[in-house]
């Protein structure tokens, strides 16, 4: 279990992150159009993982809109934003079609995905929803990069998740 804070007071997540050099884990979430999406649904590409809270916080809706004007730079990469958030409460956050390899991904389906990436948050205000995270992938699904953001009110460094898709 990793320990990150939620406004200064200490919380817990279910473990930790896929260690660089694994396999990532598969998963299973629902796209902007009610669709399961898994890990393969992007076989070939490499993924940046934006995980977080929710899309209706402005630290999770800016990041999710910074990575969505970086991905037409990057047409070999999707950038993927998972929350608990229904697809529609993303809809209002990130219009679906901005880029066009960039998704929001929700997992109204299954908390597997946040159980299986280590950052489902077990204590706290925010229990049963995922900590702040980044996880960079290559087309083999082997993890490049990863980040646990230590305070959840902060902003993950996107530079440092996207310079590792070089």
Do not use: W
């Amino acid at each position: 279990m990793a320990k990150v804070t939620h406004n200064g007071k200490p919380v817990n997540t279910n473990g930790e992150l896929p260690a660089k050099g694994s396999q990532a884990p598969n998963f299973h979430l629902v796209d902007a159009s009610l669709n399961d999406v898994y890990l393969e649904t992007y076989k070939g590409k490499k993924k940046l993982i934006n995980i977080v809270v929710s899309l209706d916080t402005g630290i999770c809706e800016r990041s999710a809109k910074t990575l969505a004007e970086v991905a037409p730079r990057h047409t070999d990469t999707v950038f993927l934003t998972v929350s608990a958030d229904l697809p529609f409460a993303q809809a209002r956050a990130c219009k679906p079609g901005t880029a066009p390899n960039a998704f929001t991904l929700s997992m109204m389906r299954s908390r597997n995905f946040a159980k299986d990436y280590g950052v489902l948050l077990t204590d706290g205000v925010l229990a049963g929803v995922c900590s702040r995270a980044v996880v960079v992938l290559d087309v083999n699904d082997k993890v490049l990069y990863t980040q646990l953001v230590p305070e959840i009110a902060s902003d993950p460094n996107l530079d440092a998740a996207i310079a590792a898709l070089k």
